[in-house]
């Protein structure tokens, strides 16, 4: 089940939200939702999920309670430990395993995956349990003395399957005495549909068009086409998981937690370090902290910070999936960073702030190429044709049949919203409006009404409506 989908907006969150408010707003409601939630999809592995959270409460009580520190540093090995390795298990080891068929000239697909789905949402809840757990050790926070409050935190459906990854001790307070104003439930509302809309109106209609031009052939793909299908998915894959945080924020907002952003505007980014102040910010700042500064950070050698961005990136990389792609994705956003940090972040200040701005985006897209193909083949492939050293046409192939008025509609609202300009613009005339002509209040709340009767007709029509990171 995802929040873009008719069962969730008409029939399980309007249940969720009568029995939440009807049973005095009490967390063992918001607990068997959520539970709930993940059993749609994953009935089986919903074990697996509460066998988890089961063992790291324990681990937490164990890291709290111990004085000496070589002990305490052994739980904590332990439950990182045990925690990884039900990922790796998983999420892994299928890659894995056929690369090492590869390597000892085995036909591939000889050694499959030791299990036959991915678990939905693991990645994102094991980083949730990791954070956890090396917070209690660090004394940041005490260990949760309630398991109830600890399954709810890591099973708490807004934020289950694809984040944002909220921090235990972001949110510790609230998880005990959540807050409830008519403000935060409003402005719950309105995040939550905006986000919907973004998803919905913006992410789905561009999604087809991508999905039809990367499914094409290498002998029938042109460099004119190819670039239009990674413009489009540079969209789609924002307005895709970025609706879907600020859903997840929305609907947190609801039930009395503050989520945190995970997006800032990533596409008016200047350089790559900036692009990822922007971009999945809680993901960036848990490798900050949980990896990179362990790592030595940037106080070591010049050799050593090197060292330690490529091996956060490869690891993000390799974080997303299996596979290849995400691999040489995590490295080249690695090398770039390296590169900026080596001596072209300050020639970059020197240059005019378009030029800045399209060396960022160009890196950006071809990154997403990788991000996108199937196969490390194939993405190797279209980043050929992008460069123009692709098939030779007697007629190029065009992008016009991919620009139907729905594509360029919603790209016209993705373009609309993409910068801080959008919302700055629109607040600054709601201020100014606002006085002289109350009405406008109005104005917003119909508009939002008109972004969810355009979703609800879009989903009912059978619109197509996939989510990119649902996979992860």
């Not at 709340?445 to 609800?456: E, K, M, N, P, W």
Request: aromatic share 18%; proline share 5%; glycine share 8%.
């Amino acid at each position: 089940m995802v929040f873009s989908s008719l069962v969730f907006l008409f029939y399980f969150l309007p249940l969720f939200l009568i029995f939440f408010y009807a049973f005095g707003r009490n967390k063992y409601v918001t607990l068997v939702f959520s539970l709930v939630f993940y059993a749609w999809g994953e009935p089986l592995y919903i074990f697996l999920l509460l066998s988890s959270i089961a063992l790291n409460y324990r681990l937490g009580l164990f890291l709290d309670k111990k004085d000496e520190a070589g002990a305490r540093k052994a739980w904590l090995s332990i439950g990182i430990a045990i925690n990884l390795g039900l990922l790796i298990l998983f999420k892994y080891s299928g890659f894995i395993l056929g690369n090492i068929a590869t390597l000892a000239g085995k036909p591939a697909g000889t050694w499959q995956s030791v299990v036959p789905d991915l678990p939905l949402g693991i990645s994102f809840y094991t980083f949730h349990i990791i954070s956890y757990l090396i917070d209690v050790y660090r004394r940041d926070v005490p260990a949760e003395r309630s398991l109830r409050d600890l399954t709810l935190y890591i099973s708490m459906f807004p934020q289950l399957v694809a984040g944002p990854i909220v921090r235990y001790k972001f949110i510790a307070t609230e998880l005990h005495q959540p807050v409830f104003t008519t403000q935060r439930i409003a402005a719950g509302v309105r995040v939550f549909v905006i986000g919907l809309g973004q998803k919905v109106l913006i992410a789905n209609t561009i999604a087809a068009s991508t999905d039809a031009i990367f499914a094409l052939p290498p002998d029938q793909l042109s460099a004119s086409v190819a670039w239009t299908g990674i413009a489009f998915y540079t969209l789609q894959i924002y307005y895709d998981f970025g609706g879907y945080s600020l859903m997840a924020i929305g609907l947190a907002l609801l039930i009395g937690f503050t989520f945190p952003l995970n997006f800032n505007y990533p596409y008016t980014a200047l350089s790559m370090t900036d692009f990822w102040r922007r971009w999945h910010m809680s993901l960036s700042s848990w490798f900050r902290d949980y990896l990179y500064i362990p790592l030595g950070g940037n106080r070591g050698s010049t050799f050593q910070t090197y060292r330690n961005l490529l091996v956060v990136f490869l690891l993000c990389g390799i974080w997303h999936g299996a596979s290849w792609n995400f691999v040489f994705w995590g490295v080249l956003h690695g090398l770039m960073l390296v590169i900026e940090r080596a001596g072209w972040g300050a020639q970059l200040l020197r240059l005019p702030m378009i030029l800045r701005w399209s060396y960022t985006m160009l890196v950006v897209m071809v990154a997403w190429v990788f991000f996108r193909a199937d196969t490390l083949p194939q993405a190797l492939a279209y980043l050929k044709t992008m460069a123009g050293l692709g098939t030779t046409f007697p007629i190029a192939p065009s992008p016009w049949p991919y620009l139907g008025t729905d594509v360029l509609t919603a790209i016209g609202f993705a373009l609309a919203a993409m910068g801080p300009w959008g919302q700055a613009a629109l607040d600054r005339t709601v201020v100014a409006f606002r006085a002289a002509w109350p009405i406008v209040d109005g104005v917003r709340l119909a508009g939002l009404v008109a972004i969810f009767c355009l979703v609800t007709l879009s989903l009912a029509g059978g619109a197509y409506n996939p989510f990119i990171y649902f996979r992860f």
